[in-house]
């Protein structure tokens, strides 16, 4: 059985940091891509960031500079470190994989940056 479990949210002022974490179960890790989406109220979940088995990495722009994803194998979890956050950060984050053409998220972690 997969599993995402996301930890590492929270309020934080603008300008703050946080690393988000998803650590996976059910899974071989290594072999897959990982991804971080983000849905603020009232809009549609937006691709974050993501990291292919070979570390290869893609941003959204409104991210870029400030976010890193990073994995670590061997504790099959992948972060997202969060620098410089924005109050249009704010949103829940989900962690995401998609295996053998199905689509496996977390349960979401709430990240509120105050202005």
């Known amino acids: 059985q997969v599993q995402l479990v996301e930890s590492g949210g929270g309020l934080v002022q603008a300008g703050g940091s946080l690393r988000l974490s998803c650590a996976t179960s059910?899974?071989?890790?290594?072999?897959?891509?990982m991804g971080w989406y983000r849905q603020a109220l009232g809009k549609q979940r937006e691709l974050v960031a993501r990291i292919d088995s070979g570390r290869s990495t893609t941003y959204a722009d409104s991210v870029k500079g400030r976010f890193t994803i990073s994995r670590d194998n061997a504790k099959n979890t992948v972060y997202l470190q969060m620098n410089s956050l924005k109050p249009e950060d704010t949103a829940v984050y989900y962690c995401?994989?998609?295996?053998?053409?199905?689509?496996?998220w977390g349960q979401g972690t709430q990240v509120t940056v105050s202005s």
């Open positions: 059910g899974i071989i890790f290594s072999l897959y891509t």
């Open positions: 995401y994989t998609p295996i053998r053409g199905k689509d496996y």
